[in-house]
């Protein structure tokens, strides 16, 4: 069975929950990246992410200044966490239930 170690994207970018859109949209495009993980303000904060998709349409589909808009503003929280070793069909079934394409792969939690 294929797990999700074997599919998934390793290099993982962060961003600050204040930093603001036009922030995130310019990483995004230096690191050729889809979305970003937001960072947790506290240990018992969960992480949150950042999609392509929550800019298009939280940000540029009401005409929003990417500028004046913070990334807490229009980010998904919490962020799903798959394990690396998951079998991909049910990583497929979990992207189906909750509707989303974006999950953060968290292999040895103690780091």
Do not use: W
């Not at 394990?83 to 497929?92: D, F, I, R």
Request: proline fraction near 4%.
């Amino acid at each position: 069975m294929m797990k999700a170690e074997e599919i998934m994207t390793t290099d993982i970018v962060s961003i600050s929950g204040s930093a603001t859109v036009a922030e995130a949209v310019e990483l995004m495009k230096d690191k050729g990246l889809r979305s970003l993980i937001v960072e947790r303000r506290h240990d018992n904060d969960p992480y949150g992410i950042v999609t392509e998709t929550d800019i298009i349409y939280k940000v540029a589909a009401y005409g929003k200044d990417p500028k004046e808009m913070r990334v807490y503003e229009i980010m998904t929280k919490p962020c799903i966490v798959v394990n690396p070793e998951l079998g991909v069909e049910y990583v497929a079934r979990l992207f189906a239930n909750t509707h989303t394409r974006n999950r953060t792969n968290v292999g040895d939690r103690s780091q």
